[in-house]
């Protein structure tokens, strides 16, 4: 399974990639300036969502963690970290070969 960074700041409900169905409270984190994901994230609880999750892969992951510390001590100081988890994925590149990869994942909340 080939899987791409698309750089998409947000998935809503509804949209599909694959057969892998994307929650509204999940942001990607990517390519784009660190500051649009951060809106994405300040957006989904104004919204009135409880909990947003920041996922992030590779390079990514220092972006993520910039996010989340942004968001939380420029934006929304009430914002609690409900957790952290690291993993690794097996990516097959474009020319067939296998990499791992490290990815994580951030869950804030109210």
């Known amino acids: 399974m080939q899987m791409e960074d698309t750089g998409e700041e947000a998935q809503y409900a509804g949209s599909n990639n694959g057969n892998q169905e ?29 909990e947003v ?15 989340k510390e942004i968001v939380i001590n420029r934006f929304m100081p009430a914002l609690k970290e ?8 097996n990516i097959t590149n474009e020319d067939g070969t296998s990499s791992k990869v490290s990815a994580i994942q951030i869950v804030l909340g109210k």
């Open 22 to 50: 994307r929650k509204e409270n999940i942001i990607y984190i990517g390519r784009k300036p660190t500051m649009n994901y951060v809106l994405a994230v300040v957006t989904q609880f104004n919204r009135g969502v409880d």
């Open 53 to 67: 999750e920041i996922k992030a892969r590779g390079n990514s992951i220092s972006k993520a963690v910039d996010v």
């Open 82 to 89: 409900r957790g952290i988890r690291t993993s690794s994925e």
